[in-house]
């Protein structure tokens, strides 16, 4: 099992910058990609940042060149660095390990709300 666990989230004026970060624990072997994901209420589920274990990394077509994924050296951590948010991006934002098996864990959610 993986254990994932989300911050950084909050209240933030249009424009303004926030980053994420997720901490993993747990049995941690074989993670393929560390993603973030957003949902909004009313609609659905959407990638907005991957980055798998060779350090390659796909966004989300809304937030390309804004939105920034990376991980530490340990595979144990990945952050999403925000900028120049609009109100379109508030969502409660999700983190996702998967494994090469195909498992996919994801932690609780972290609240970001931008303000205009």
């Known amino acids: 099992q993986v254990h994932l666990v989300e911050s950084g989230g909050g209240l933030v004026q249009a424009g303004g910058s926030l980053r994420l970060s997720c901490v993993a624990s747990?049995?941690?072997?074989?993670?393929?990609?560390m993603g973030w994901y957003r949902q909004a209420p009313g609609k659905q589920r959407e990638l907005v940042a991957v980055?798998?274990?060779?350090?390659?990394?796909n966004y989300g077509d809304s937030v390309k060149d804004r939105f920034t994924i990376s991980s530490d050296n340990t595979g144990t951590t990945v952050y999403l660095q925000m900028n120049s948010l609009k109100p379109e991006d508030t969502a409660v934002y999700y983190c996702?390990?998967?494994?090469?098996?195909?498992?996919?864990?994801r932690g609780q959610g972290t609240q970001v709300t931008v303000s205009s």
């Open positions: 980055i798998n274990s060779g350090g390659t990394t």
């Open positions: 996702q390990f998967r494994r090469l098996t195909g498992e996919d864990y």
């Open positions: 747990g049995i941690i072997v074989s993670i393929n990609t």
